[in-house]
């Protein structure tokens, strides 16, 4: 019995106790067929055998295994599965002991058998005891794993680690040796496998306790001595079967001891604390790693031992699979810990798991390569493969949490493992291949033949990450690679550099990009295949299924490509590589992008054109939009292959900047690269000539969603008004907004540097269009962040106004608004909240949820009373509208929408070419009397100075150079009389002394002469952007620098964003302003139109005397520069300013209950009158 055994083998490991080996040797025999039997049972009905999981009544199988186990047929089943544990403790010590003891030189094919028997024994108690937790954990009964729980500790993990490491090379030679042969029987063809191979197959190394069952002599002799039943000979031949049998045995411990310990893992993180699963993991981690290290060096060199006599390995992988799973599942329960206790030991511990990690599936890679007898079992090795690589994965991702943390030497092993791995990955590409229809997802188990396929077939019909073997392989081969990538995170270093390098060569050596583009082609053209099915709703499961993994494919690679391309702005090499291998070129033809790009981009797709009417579902997702019924929630499915598209077009975008940067870093260091780099731009607008309907139909889709605009769920009375409050007349999805994001990005990158003259000179048409286009997104996106900036602004200033009402001018300072009432600043923080939301179109439940999610405590509080009362203050209730989750998502991408655009604009800019740079001997040339008029500016430089770029609308003219504008011309003297704009003062200086002069011709503005509306509605509804449209974005801008600390973080814009948008605003507004002022005559610069730019402007830059509100988010020379260049406009506002101030001092009859909105004020009257009777409560 059981109980009998565990006594006995408990005596054997005590030393002091003298116990009968053969005795014990017969008893786990026996044992280990009972325990067999009881697994075979527990494994078939354990979880039902009994009617009801919490009762100990009997099902036959329970008595069958109570007698088994030796127990009384009325004992319970806890009771036997105890009794299988404490047989495990025992059968642990008892090897642990006989390793020990024994001298491995000296070991006999019994001291073997008899290691093999107890590690049987303790391979079944584990399956037993396994099983048992399992039920226990299910049905939440007698403590789950508690029972177990002594097998964990330090201890015993110490004896499982030296029990699984115990491989020996020798035990897998004979083992191999002794397969083949037992599979060779009766085989006419087997010429290997026969007792002379085993005679001459014998490792060299002499040291090798492995190579004493294989010295002998020929095989007549061994043939001879095999007839003989005491020769030594036959003693080797049964020590080899002794051997054979061993490594199975050891085998099925590692692969039972791997599922036991999943089980445990899974328990002990639903009972456990942090602590305890954190350390539990880890010491998983490094038993399973001890493990696979031990394995696969044992296979490696039982592999060379047979190859170098001719034969080959056992196709047998068993263990390893487990292992890697295990291993798997370690590291990532382990990933999801952050708070180690000390960093820097994390650091290498990671570190040194890594290069064990490396080491082993280096060695696994090779054993397991095409034409291998292990490669016949493409399931087990797709699966080993695909866990090993997924298990570096987990690392990286953890290793690069620690940058922060690495030494010099710590950095330098880290890359080079990592090149190691990114070697074995593309290993991986290079052995797989698509065949339709016969992917890994059957078993293609080993034939008797040992079959070697030629390369690994996958297909996408693999479901769940469970499925095609071969399939997940794939996935997780290009996701290592993208995270095995390097980037370009602006820190540049010999280390980082040297290992972009080591990366590229790689990928040059191994063809990789071929690999890539081979799976790329192959994932794509199924794609486009079943794209028209899955849009149009009519795909079966399967088909949809099939979409989603050629799907998932196609955006992975296409993401590495993008990953690679950025980083080409640091490294050039792989730059390079990647235009000489046409992965660019076969982008721009990729058949998915050609065939599905018409169902989002209509053919009438310009800003110019009208928006059409009719649309069927929101741009770049599935599902057709919903009817808009009460209670309705959106349901619509983001498309990915439109989100394909958007990393196509940031790939292209990134590829112009970073050859745009190595051009300008090897200009004067290598001009063969330079001349390499300077074709790859006719790439990139080869694109845009190809995708110009698609590229450009994103802006014309901003009207055209207006149609089919989704509202957000209305409570209470709210819907009644929301028709009396002009909506916006654009408006966006999330994934509409992201397009635009990425489409300005590539026109912001085609309008930088020599590109955008290269560009003008190649696509003029398309180029004039690029201008107009973000000269529209510019007035859009303003328009909406000046929205939400200005009902956050107010909304803020209203809540503290309450402390102002006896201080009318702190009001004004506080907002100019709430000078004229604080009813009047209520009506217009509801109006621009509104106008934000009309902007905002939900296309998905999620889109839906976030918008409802407050992420600030007013908005919260406002949400919260207008759910339990009906009469919630309007202004509480409307703050969710612009502090939500979902505002908060596109807030952002509407920002790099702006900067993009304002990029654009300020790059192409007419007045950025109105300036000629002249040298000193052209300028002493040239009759300047005849070319420039009074009035005209130039600039003045000493002749010794070298000439520059001057560009002045962009303030980045050299310090040397000053500005001035002309008065006369004298052509007998050859000097020029200026007034300089900075110092106002006159000199007379030669015509050598021109280094630049104003190109009147070019001299035209973009923008309206029209100040900010007062109403955001107003603003929308205006034809052509105007300079209001500037200073809504500044306002935008001038929300963050005052607010900022009072928003979560984790819900605002990047402030590096909002410094960048702040700067290309100022600058381009005083660009317009100072063209403006200089077109237009004397008489007009005094109307009411410039008396608002003005108070605007000194609203947001200040005066002389004051400090600009925007001084937070702006460089304080270009703020400086801006104030300088704005002087006279500031002034004269400033003076108009402290007018206002004097009379709101000087005034006696000052009345509250006027400023509070008592009196009847004039114009129209307010849509908001009517909603609700004010109280008391809406001004305390």
């Known amino acids: 019995s059981v109980n009998d055994t565990v006594e006995l083998v408990g005596k054997s490991a005590d030393e002091d106790e003298g116990v009968n080996e053969e005795k014990i040797s017969l008893r786990s025999f026996l044992t280990c067929g009972c325990l067999h039997m009881i697994s075979a049972l527990w494994k078939s009905c354990r979880l039902v055998c009994t009617q009801?999981?919490?009762?100990?009544?009997?099902?036959?199988?329970?008595?069958?295994?109570?007698?088994?186990?030796?127990?009384?047929?009325?004992?319970?089943?806890?009771?036997?599965?105890?009794?299988?544990?404490?047989?495990?403790r025992c059968t642990l010590l008892a090897i642990m002991s006989l390793q020990e003891s024994e001298n491995d030189d000296a070991k006999s094919y019994k001291a073997i058998n008899k290691k093999c028997i107890l590690v049987d024994m303790l391979t079944k108690?584990?399956?037993?005891?396994?099983?048992?937790?399992?039920?226990?954990?299910?049905?939440?009964?007698?403590?789950?794993?508690?029972?177990?729980?002594?097998?964990?500790?330090?201890?015993?993990?110490?004896?499982?680690?030296?029990?699984?490491?115990?491989?020996?090379?020798?035990?897998?030679?004979a083992s191999s040796w002794l397969f083949g042969f037992s599979a060779s029987v009766e085989k006419s063809n087997a010429l290997n496998w026969n007792v002379g191979s085993f005679l001459e197959a014998y490792p060299a190394e002499k040291n090798l306790a492995t190579s004493t069952w294989c010295l002998y002599g020929q095989s007549t002799r061994l043939a001879d001595a095999l007839t003989c039943a005491d020769s030594d000979s036959s003693r080797k031949f049964l020590e080899c079967n002794s051997l054979y049998s061993s490594i199975q045995a050891e085998d099925c411990f590692a692969a039972s001891w791997a599922h036991f310990f999943e089980v445990v893992a899974a328990g002990c993180i639903k009972s456990k604390g942090s602590k305890e699963v954190q350390s539990l993991m880890n010491s998983l981690a490094e038993c399973s790693l001890a493990s696979l290290s031990s394995i696969s060096e044992s296979k490696t060199i039982s592999d060379s031992i047979l190859s170098s006599q001719g034969l080959s390995e056992s196709p047998d992988t068993m263990p390893i699979g487990d292992l890697c799973s295990l291993l798997l599942y370690s590291l990532s329960v382990c990933s999801a810990f952050d708070d180690f206790e000390n960093v820097e030991d994390r650091c290498d511990v990671l570190l040194g798991m890594f290069g064990r990690l490396?080491?082993?599936?280096?060695?696994?890679?090779?054993?397991?390569?095409?034409?291998?007898?292990?490669?016949?079992?493409?399931?087990?090795?797709?699966?080993?493969?695909?866990?090993?690589?997924?298990?570096?994965?987990?690392?990286?991702?953890?290793?690069?949490?620690?940058?922060?943390?690495?030494?010099?030497?710590?950095?330098?092993?880290?890359?080079?493992?990592?090149?190691?791995?990114?070697?074995?990955?593309?290993?991986?590409?290079?052995?797989?291949?698509?065949?339709?229809?016969?992917?890994?997802?059957?078993?293609?188990?080993a034939s008797d033949d040992t079959f070697a396929p030629s390369k690994f077939s996958y297909d996408f019909a693999s479901k769940g990450e469970n499925g095609d073997s071969a399939f997940q392989l794939l996935r997780t081969s290009i996701s290592l690679l993208s995270h095995l990538s390097p980037t370009s995170n602006g820190l540049s270093n010999y280390q980082s550099h040297s290992y972009g390098v080591d990366f590229s060569s790689c990928f040059k050596q191994r063809n990789a990009l071929q690999q890539l583009q081979y799976h790329l082609s192959s994932a794509s053209s199924v794609t486009s295949l079943t794209y028209q099915a899955v849009h149009g709703g009519t795909a079966s499961q399967s088909v949809t299924t099939?979409?989603?993994?050629?799907?998932?494919?196609?955006?992975?690679?296409?993401?590495?490509?993008?990953?690679?391309?950025?980083?080409?702005?640091?490294?050039?090499?792989?730059?390079?590589?990647?235009?000489?291998?046409?992965?660019?070129?076969?982008?721009?033809?990729?058949?998915?992008?050609?065939?599905?790009?018409?169902?989002?981009?209509?053919?009438?797709?310009?800003?110019?054109?009208?928006?059409?009417?009719?649309?069927?579902?929101?741009?770049?997702?599935?599902?057709?939009?919903?009817?808009?019924?009460?209670?309705?929630?959106?349901?619509?499915?983001?498309?990915?292959?439109?989100?394909?598209?958007?990393?196509?077009?940031?790939?292209?975008?990134?590829?112009?900047?970073?050859?745009?940067q190595q051009s300008s870093t090897h200009e004067k260091v290598d001009e063969q690269i330079v001349s390499q780099l300077a074709p790859i731009s006719k790439i990139v607008f080869d694109f845009v000539c190809s995708y110009e309907r698609e590229l450009f139909s994103c802006f014309a889709a901003l009207f055209n969603e207006v149609h089919a605009q989704g509202n957000l769920s209305n409570k209470g009375g709210k819907s009644s008004f929301s028709s009396s409050i002009q909506s916006s007349s654009?408006?966006?999805?999330?994934?509409?907004?992201?397009?635009?994001?990425?489409?300005?990005?590539?026109?912001?990158?085609?309008?930088?540097?020599?590109?955008?003259?290269?560009?003008?000179?190649?696509?003029?048409?398309?180029?004039?269009?690029?201008?107009?286009?973000?000269?529209?997104?510019?007035?859009?996106?303003?328009?909406?962040?000046?929205?939400?900036?200005?009902?956050?602004?107010?909304?803020?200033?209203?809540?503290?106004?309450?402390?102002?009402?006896?201080?009318?001018?702190?009001?004004?300072?506080?907002?100019?608004?709430?000078?004229?009432?604080?009813?009047?600043?209520?009506?217009?923080?509801?109006?621009?909240?509104?106008?934000?939301?009309?902007?905002?179109?939900?296309a998905t439940r999620e889109d839906f949820r976030d918008a409802h999610t407050a992420t600030t405590k007013d908005a919260r509080v406002g949400e919260s009373e207008s759910t339990q009362n009906s009469s919630a203050s309007l202004e509480q209730s409307f703050q969710i509208h612009v502090n939500n989750k979902f505002i908060a998502e596109v807030e952002e991408v509407a920002g790099y929408c702006l900067f993009n655009s304002l990029s654009v604009v300020a790059n192409a800019h007419p007045a950025s070419e109105s300036f000629v740079s002249l040298s000193p001997e052209e300028a002493s040339q040239l009759d300047v009397a005849s070319v420039i008029n009074p009035g005209a500016v130039v600039a003045i430089c000493p002749q010794n100075t070298t000439a520059q770029s001057l560009k002045r609308y962009r303030i980045q003219a050299?310090?040397?150079?000053?500005?001035?504008?002309?008065?006369?011309?004298?052509?007998?003297?050859?000097?020029?009389?200026?007034?300089?704009?900075?110092?106002?003062?006159?000199?007379?200086?030669?015509?050598?002394?021109?280094?630049?002069?104003?190109?009147?011709?070019?001299?035209?503005?973009?923008?309206?002469?029209?100040?900010?509306?007062?109403?955001?509605?107003?603003?929308?509804?205006?034809?052509?952007?105007?300079?209001?449209?500037?200073?809504?974005?500044?306002?935008?801008?001038?929300?963050?620098?005052?607010?900022?600390?009072?928003?979560?973080?984790?819900?605002?814009?990047?402030?590096?964003?909002?410094?960048?948008?702040?700067?290309?605003?100022?600058?381009?507004?005083?660009?317009?302003?100072?063209?403006?002022?200089?077109l237009r005559d004397s008489h007009s610069r005094r109307d009411e139109t410039t008396r608002?730019?003005?108070?605007?402007?000194?609203?947001?830059?200040?005066?002389?005397?004051?400090?600009?509100?925007?001084?937070?988010?702006?460089?304080?020379?270009?703020?400086?520069?801006?104030?300088?260049?704005?002087?006279?406009?500031?002034?004269?506002?400033?003076?108009?300013?402290?007018?206002?101030?004097?009379?709101?001092?000087?005034?006696?009859?000052?009345?509250?209950?006027?400023?509070?909105?008592?009196?009847?004020?004039?114009?129209?009257?307010?849509?908001?009158?009517?909603?609700?009777?004010?109280?008391?409560?809406?001004?305390s």
Request: glycine letters at 6%.
């Open 52 to 88: 009801n999981a919490r009762s100990e009544s009997k099902h036959a199988c329970g008595v069958v295994t109570s007698h088994l186990a030796g127990a009384n047929d009325d004992s319970p089943t806890t009771l036997i599965a105890n009794t299988a544990a404490e047989l495990t």
């Open 125 to 173: 108690a584990l399956d037993i005891i396994a099983i048992e937790a399992v039920t226990r954990i299910q049905t939440k009964t007698h403590g789950g794993i508690s029972f177990v729980e002594d097998l964990f500790e330090p201890g015993p993990m110490e004896c499982w680690s030296i029990l699984l490491a115990s491989n020996n090379a020798a035990g897998l030679a």
């Open 358 to 445: 490396y080491e082993s599936a280096n060695r696994l890679f090779a054993m397991t390569q095409l034409g291998s007898a292990s490669s016949s079992n493409q399931v087990a090795v797709c699966s080993i493969r695909q866990r090993l690589l997924s298990s570096a994965l987990v690392i990286v991702s953890e290793f690069e949490k620690l940058s922060d943390k690495r030494t010099r030497e710590s950095s330098i092993k880290y890359n080079e493992i990592r090149i190691g791995l990114a070697n074995l990955a593309v290993n991986a590409l290079e052995s797989l291949q698509y065949v339709q229809g016969q992917g890994g997802s059957a078993d293609t188990e």
């Open 546 to 660: 099939i979409h989603s993994n050629a799907v998932d494919i196609v955006n992975f690679i296409m993401t590495l490509m993008q990953t690679l391309t950025d980083s080409g702005s640091s490294t050039v090499s792989t730059l390079l590589l990647l235009a000489e291998s046409g992965c660019f070129r076969a982008l721009i033809g990729n058949q998915l992008l050609k065939a599905t790009s018409v169902a989002w981009a209509p053919k009438s797709g310009s800003v110019g054109e009208s928006a059409s009417p009719i649309v069927t579902r929101h741009r770049g997702y599935n599902a057709p939009i919903q009817t808009n019924l009460s209670g309705a929630r959106p349901a619509s499915q983001k498309d990915s292959v439109h989100e394909i598209w958007l990393v196509a077009v940031n790939t292209f975008a990134s590829l112009l900047r970073s050859v745009r």
């Open 730 to 842: 654009f408006a966006f999805t999330s994934n509409l907004l992201k397009e635009c994001e990425a489409v300005s990005f590539l026109f912001a990158e085609l309008c930088t540097g020599n590109t955008r003259t290269q560009f003008a000179r190649s696509c003029g048409s398309i180029y004039k269009k690029i201008l107009t286009a973000s000269v529209e997104l510019t007035k859009m996106t303003s328009s909406f962040l000046g929205s939400i900036g200005n009902a956050r602004e107010l909304f803020m200033a209203l809540s503290d106004a309450k402390t102002m009402l006896d201080q009318p001018s702190a009001m004004l300072d506080a907002h100019p608004l709430l000078a004229e009432g604080i009813p009047n600043a209520r009506h217009e923080a509801i109006r621009n909240a509104h106008f934000a939301h009309s902007c905002c179109i939900l």
């Open 958 to 1078: 050299p310090q040397s150079a000053s500005y001035a504008r002309t008065i006369r011309c004298d052509r007998s003297t050859r000097a020029i009389t200026v007034k300089y704009i900075k110092s106002g003062e006159i000199e007379h200086v030669p015509w050598s002394w021109l280094v630049g002069m104003e190109d009147t011709s070019k001299k035209h503005s973009l923008f309206s002469y029209l100040p900010a509306a007062k109403s955001i509605a107003d603003a929308d509804v205006r034809g052509q952007p105007s300079l209001g449209h500037l200073v809504l974005a500044l306002k935008w801008c001038r929300h963050y620098s005052s607010s900022s600390s009072s928003l979560n973080d984790k819900n605002t814009t990047p402030m590096y964003l909002v410094n960048s948008v702040a700067e290309r605003a100022s600058i381009l507004l005083c660009t317009e302003v100072l063209l403006h002022d200089e």
């Open 1092 to 1179: 608002k730019i003005n108070m605007q402007l000194l609203d947001l830059f200040g005066s002389d005397f004051d400090s600009s509100s925007l001084s937070a988010v702006m460089n304080e020379d270009i703020l400086e520069s801006i104030k300088m260049q704005l002087k006279d406009q500031l002034h004269e506002a400033s003076l108009e300013r402290e007018e206002e101030r004097k009379m709101w001092e000087e005034q006696t009859n000052w009345d509250n209950a006027s400023f509070l909105g008592g009196k009847k004020r004039e114009g129209r009257r307010s849509p908001f009158r009517s909603l609700s009777r004010k109280t008391s409560s809406d001004f």
